[in-house]
């Protein structure tokens, strides 16, 4: 079933054309800087092109002012490419939308009451949502004949019981603000649940595991019988892991402080925490391959941002296990997770107590794995799993059950 996967952001578009059943992806785009002067579309097509053989790439720069014209001009690449008419039919557009809230637990067909829904949810959202539905729209305005199906980061972690979910301040403001943990990278931590499921030989409904998405951004999460039971990130993204630009867990006087003695304003001390904090924050760079490469060369930001990120890792793995009162495996994906063994060397260090053990030269050999890798050692209590996560396959198969 041939399904359209998007992901908008606030200024990008992120597109996937894929076949659900034989997993081929036949396109991948992304349109940049929406909005500007230099916005571009690269869109790479496997229609000419053999299985296995590099996708064709086809560019496109100049001009595209709003979410509506990004579709328009992808609409055009795929005339041009041919990939919708020679595939075959689209059954469905499914979109990532961030923030469900409590509301949406399940992929949803979009209508136009359910889009005032996901829009009444903007706040709890600021900086993803708005996008987020401002896609939905333009691809339903572009796509009016297939259904889309919204399938929501906060999903997966419906299942988290009241005591993990509450934060501990007045109830009353709480309730009517609707403020509580919803957890996010939802899609990506049930998909490496089931693919754990798979390599441990179990049903998914009976693995326990503690998931970490370690990508740009960055979440762990507590699964029991294949349900979230608890996430590192709150009401919104911020919270938790350190993360590329991302601060995760700080005290919440923090932020007070600033307000208050350094003359910052709330929105500047957003700002900061969202956008010039985690490893950024720490040593000038959000992508990891550099914090290695600094660190390498003696700078000692990078070494202790190196530091104060595998110690978060591993305070939550702990808590997580404590959570959980046992566990079949820790599972690693996303960028830093599937392509880093270093940092899955530390995180994992000293925990032998635990059970958890991985075969050194194993983990250095596995960066950007194919499929799951078992880095733990034959008979080790507590399996250490790398499972390269699949968003778009992901969203595509729940677009299709949907439609379906
Ligand atoms: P994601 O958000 O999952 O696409 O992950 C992006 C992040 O993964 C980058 O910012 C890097 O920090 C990290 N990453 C990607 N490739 C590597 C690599 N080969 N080694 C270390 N980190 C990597």
């Known amino acids: 079933m041939l399904v359209l996967v998007v992901n908008a952001g606030s200024s ?42 590099p996708l ?20 055009a690449l795929f005339a041009a490419t041919g990939e919708v008419a020679e595939v075959g039919q689209l059954v469905g557009v499914g979109h990532r939308v961030v923030q469900g809230g409590d509301q949406f637990v399940e992929p949803t067909v979009v209508d136009p009451e359910v889009i005032e829904v996901v829009r009444s949810l903007n706040p709890l959202a600021p900086l993803h949502n708005p996008a987020c539905v401002a896609g ?34 007045d109830q009353s403001v709480a309730r009517a603000h609707r403020i509580r943990r919803y957890g996010f990278h939802g899609t990506s931590h049930k998909y490496v649940t089931a693919k754990a499921a798979e390599v441990l030989g179990k049903p998914v409904g009976e693995v326990d595991l503690v998931t970490l998405h370690l990508g740009n951004g960055a979440s762990a999460c507590a699964v029991r019988a294949g349900r979230s039971v608890e996430t590192s990130m709150g009401l919104t993204p911020l919270e938790g892991l350190v993360m590329g630009t991302r601060s995760g867990d700080l005290d919440p006087a923090i932020a007070f402080h600033l307000i208050t003695t350094a003359g910052m304003t709330a929105a500047e001390v957003d700002a900061m925490l969202n956008k ?10 959000n992508d990891l391959r550099e914090v290695h490469r600094l660190a390498a060369a003696g700078d000692a930001d990078a070494e202790l941002a190196l530091q104060v990120y595998v110690h978060r890792i591993r305070k939550y793995v702990g808590a997580y296990l404590a959570v959980l009162g046992r566990a079949d495996a820790i599972v690693f994906t996303a960028g830093v997770g599937e392509n880093d063994p270093e940092i899955r060397r530390r995180v994992v260090a000293g925990m032998e107590m635990a059970g958890i ?30 499972v390269p996560t699949n968003e778009e396959l992901e969203i595509a198969r729940q677009t299709a059950a949907a439609v379906r």
């Open 276 to 285: 010039r904090s985690g490893l950024v924050g720490l040593c000038g760079q």
């Open 357 to 386: 053990a991985i075969d050194t030269e194993l983990n250095a050999a596995t960066r950007g794995p194919s499929k799951p890798v078992d880095l733990s050692f034959r008979g080790a209590p507590i399996r250490v799993l790398v």
């Open 56 to 75: 064709e790439v086809h560019e496109r720069t100049g001009a595209i002012a709003d979410h509506a014209a990004a579709f328009d001009a992808v609409d």
């Open 12 to 53: 990008s578009l992120k597109y996937q054309l894929l076949d659900t059943e034989s997993e081929i992806v036949w396109a991948v785009g992304l349109v940049e800087r929406i909005g500007e002067a230099t916005s571009a579309v690269t869109h790479r097509s496997r229609i000419r092109v053999g299985a296995g053989a």
């Open 136 to 169: 939905l729209e333009s691809a339903m305005a572009a796509h009016p004949e297939v259904p889309h199906v919204a399938v929501f980061d906060t999903a997966f972690h419906a299942t988290i019981p009241p005591a993990a979910y509450t934060y501990a301040i």
